[in-house]
């Protein structure tokens, strides 16, 4: 396994990220803890999960799986918190000081550990000033709670900001962010990427595989199987707008290029994501242990230039056929791209 380093701290990861987020609703305790087992056994040392993931449930089965192992001090362990967690309390989601301290305590619990390696804003919010947010995460990194700080979902001009706060209020800084990335969404190409090469930031992107619009199992004019999570895409305004007639136009062009090297669309996929500039480590979310360890061959598929040039081909670089960022889908706090 050939680590690599998170950004500018020296802290190394390895190329995939294993995302925990279908832990206790998806995928049972049991096969979570199979499945923490058989990623660590690979040379996975990366896991990232958020306090929203099923309400807690899946940071408890995160940390109750490092406990059985006992490879927590071996595992750079992150999880997020923005999202809403009481229904009744207005003061339950967002990242406000209230809500990063109080939250950060409860994860701590929930994931059996003392620290959080990265601990990461799941989402911007614009109307709470950024100042605020990192006094109060700088406050848990200096009482050894945390150890790097992280966004998820901001656009390059929001990270530009924070770290111009945070370097004018001597305070940490974010180390790291995670965007959607992928081959049917490329716009992060435009700023996000130039803009992390640029600060040393580390991007660890989240759905690499689009949903699973990348695994080959959408087919032009078939049904979607069921339970897949594109089966209801026309009852859904987000789901109806990322599974359309353009990314069947390019899985179509990546089939013959996944057959030529002997190995799945989904493998290839994740390979050309994990190997293209400036990526850290792709985010892994299986649901089964056979996506898994099919999601665990991408480590043994090389991208060749060629590869590169026919995806560039289908996608050209900096576009998108699928789009991936919520604002695409009407008002949001956060418009990161038009």
């Given at each position: ?239 109806s707008g990322r599974l359309n007639d353009r990314v069947f136009d390019v899985t179509e062009g990546l089939l013959p290029l996944a057959e030529a090297k002997s190995c799945t669309m989904s493998q290839f996929a994740l390979a050309w994501c994990a190997q293209q500039p400036g990526i850290t480590s792709p985010i892994l979310g299986p649901r089964t242990m056979e996506q898994l360890d099919d999601n665990l061959g991408a480590l043994d598929v090389t991208i060749t230039a060629d590869d590169r040039r026919r995806v560039d081909e289908l996608v050209p670089p900096g576009r998108m056929v699928s789009p991936f960022y919520e604002a ?11």
């Open positions: 396994m050939e680590y690599r380093n998170f950004g500018r701290t020296g802290m190394k990861v390895s190329p995939l990220c294993l995302g925990c987020w279908n832990f206790g609703e998806r995928t049972p305790p049991k096969e979570s803890y199979d499945i923490v087992d058989r990623s660590l056994e690979a040379g996975i040392n990366f896991l990232d999960t958020a306090n929203v993931y099923g309400r807690g449930r899946s940071e408890e089965i995160t940390g109750e799986a490092l406990k059985r192992n006992g490879s927590r001090n071996r595992i750079v362990l992150a999880t997020k918190f923005h999202g809403r967690m009481d229904d009744d309390d207005p003061n339950a989601a967002g990242s406000s000081r209230r809500h990063i301290i109080e939250q950060c305590e409860a994860s701590l619990k929930r994931l059996q550990t003392d620290y959080i390696d990265i601990y990461q804003i799941h989402r911007p919010r614009p109307e709470i000033a950024i100042d605020e947010t990192l006094r109060a995460m700088d406050d848990l990194v200096r009482a050894g709670k945390v150890r790097y700080l992280g966004t998820s979902t901001f656009a390059a001009w929001q990270i530009v900001e924070s770290l111009w706060a945070a370097k004018e209020l001597g305070l940490n800084r974010f180390v790291s962010e995670q965007p959607p990335y992928h081959i049917l969404d490329r716009r992060i190409e435009r700023e996000l990427v130039p803009m992390a090469l640029t600060y040393g930031i580390g991007l660890i992107p989240w759905s690499p595989l689009a949903g699973g619009l990348l695994t080959g199992k959408y087919n032009r004019g078939q049904s979607a199987p069921e339970g897949a999570r594109y089966a209801n895409a026309p009852n859904e305004p987000d789901r695409d889908f009407g008002p949001s706090q956060h418009r990161a791209f038009v």
